[in-house]
């Protein structure tokens, strides 16, 4: 084969800003998002797929909902809790919410921090929202506790519609588990971080490749993912 | 005369991709076990599929003699016949067609055909192939379990799925179906984000989106198209699985079993068709898409001639990708829906004949007035044609609300389906081997063994399934175990039947000629060298056949035109491969 026709690797080529630029990368070999890792458009992707799994869960237990013949059991009521004598509303989820909210907070931190490739001031952001993400699923075990303490089961409750159990147990079991991945995978990434794996190119465990700080930030994409589905969970289920 | 889409004058764009770190295996195991060479994984997943449908091939025998010879054989009981039914076809769907499509073809062709070394994530494609193992690993535990496997129907529905008097419905059968499919969908999920990931992110220099060979797009949509239908299918699963381990009643209504009041109530068991279908509809074009585009590659290569269309056939795919996601209502005319539900999913259905037909159409003139060689690879891609177009024909009648109430649930729709995603993509797989068999083994298939394979299963195909839309017309329904005395059955049916019977078991032992062609040639077959077929695509212009770890040695291929550049006008070879840069020198001298 003839020697091909050399551009320097350094020189990026003018692109056109907005639809047009769209188009041209679109349109441009290589890559189709220029400035887009291969890391970071699998997780893009693979949420995108996760979202079609939680979108299917929720219209099913919405369809269930609407079309039972019996009465659904009011939320408010049914996640409300005594404290100090006073009967509140929803509490323990607006906790819930408020530090999984709050967690996406210092995940975003972490990200810049790692860009800044502040270790210390990474890992030690990670971890503290690797305990916002340990503190909401422990929160969600206690309500689990308490509901079915007081007679909830996958196949019945006291106050009405069998689905209420089964959809509450299930949706809120599947995002549990997602944060509980979440909380692992920051984990293991904020020891890297931590061992600064990242800045002497120790390769992976599993996949003999050399991580990147970029590792942070992809974490922080599936952890915002999972914090953004809450709310939709919280509004879809405990609001309405 | 210069070639206006090679872009020849254009400084190239500079490199932006770095070249990969790829794992270098050590030892034999790393090398050919678990590896994390595509190609390789490829070569895994092809071998696994076709071992369990063969699985399905030999239930497919034992369902015919069923039918053409009612109550002869005393193995088949009206159990065993569900179960070898609903095996049959999840086996055929989603374990064979799904898997070797993707997995298989996706694996071996997407990284070389857009000039990457490897797929993007190599460990974690490996990991999708020793996952997709343990789902067929699961499948199969479920012949062997107590009560044996599922006999509700390829569809699984409830709520007769879960209750005891389907086969497998209190017993180990469905449970494990349903592990099996959601363990199938984790490990595809890893793959498949692999494949999308490879296509938009990895390709070569000079490797555009409208350069793809339709190969590539016809798999890279089908992938696209399953991470987004799978999570139904997935979600349907769980749900299901707790309807049946906890008592959950999504899907069970309130229902009376053996004179006993179910502990079940008020779940819905259309909601289980609708998450079914919104996954089930696209599946029929995961399974398409691929065909759609290795026969367009093929038909080019072997007619001599570009493809016609090639842009009408890019947007033609992705369109019916999108399409295929909301006419999923189609499959469920008599499952009772608002009337204007119907006419929208009617609508749409019949919509999507108009890419589909634009696709048949631009096969068609792309071998008019071509140099057709009546290869093998072109023979299956020609028998393709034909039956797709039988079933896509059927399938318009199937649309209609009013024509597909009387036909649903006859011997028709299993014509129909059959033919369109059955034998159709099943040619184009046979056609898709023959073709790139020399490059995956450095041999040629044998020749005359070929044939035989071709003429029994192609005219053996047609023998079955076009009777079989004759016997589904008079009103025979599908899935009966047998038929009985039945008035307006005619006598011919049972003709028919017992005739269908014969020719599926001479097609399916026609197959065995195939298996033993592809072990014969590894070693007896004739040398192919790197590019047999003179085609211009990347994969053919290797280094080494079968190409190594890394697939292209030092330097990685620079792309400069598109992938149908046959008989170009003026070019000394009928044939300019995608990483020639200039038309004229392409010849001895030019290769040195």
Known sequence: MSAPIKTPAAETLPRPAGLAGLASDWASDQRAFKHVSWGKAMMWIFLLSDTFIFGCFLLAYMSARMATTVPWPNPSEVFALEIAGAHVPLILIAIMTFVLISSSGTMAMAVNCGYRRDRRKTAILMLITALFGATFVGMQAFEWSKLIAEGVRPWGNPWGAAQFGSSFFMITGFHGTHVTFGVIFLLIIARKVWRGDFDTERRGFFTSRKGRYEIVEITGLYWHFVDLVWVFIFAFFYLW | MVDVRSGIGEALPPLEVEDVELYHPHSWWTRYVFSQDAKIIAIQYATTA??????????SWLIRLQLGFPGTFELIDAERYYQ??????????IYLLTALFLGGFGNYLIPLMVGARDMVFPYANMLSYWIYLLAVLVLVASFFAPGGPTGAGWTLYPPQAVLSGTPGG?????ILMLFSLIIFIIGFTMGGLNYVVTVLQGRARGMTLMRLPLTVWGIFTATVMALLAFPALFVACVMMLFDRLLGTSFFMPAIVEMGEQLQHGGGSPILFQHLFWFFGHPEVYIVALPAFGIVSDLISTHARKNIFGYRMMVWAIVIIGGLSFIVWAHHMYVSGMNPYFGFFFATTTLIIAVP??????NWVLTLWRGNIHLTLPMLFALAFIVTFVNGGLTGLFLGNVVVDVPLSDTMFVVAHFHMVMGVAPIMVIFGAIYHWYPKITGRMLNEVLGQIHFWVTFIGAYAIFFPMHYVGLVGVPRRYYELGEMAFVADSVHTLNAFISVMALIVGAAQIVFLFNLVWS????RDAGGNPWRATTLEWQTPETPPSHGNWGKELPVVYRWAYDYSVPGAPEDFIPQNQP???????EAIS
């Open chain 2, 50 to 59: 076709i071992a369990i449908g063969m699985v399905a091939l030999v239930l």
């Open chain 2, 522 to 525: 590894l070693r007896h077959g």
């Open chain 2, 582 to 588: 200039t038309p004229g020198r392409l010849g001895h």
């Open chain 2, 356 to 361: 589909t037909a634009i696709k048949v159409y």
């Open chain 2, 84 to 93: 070898f039914i609903t095996m049959h076809g999840m086996i055929m769907v």
């Open chain 2, 170 to 174: 209190k017993d180990w059968g469905i």
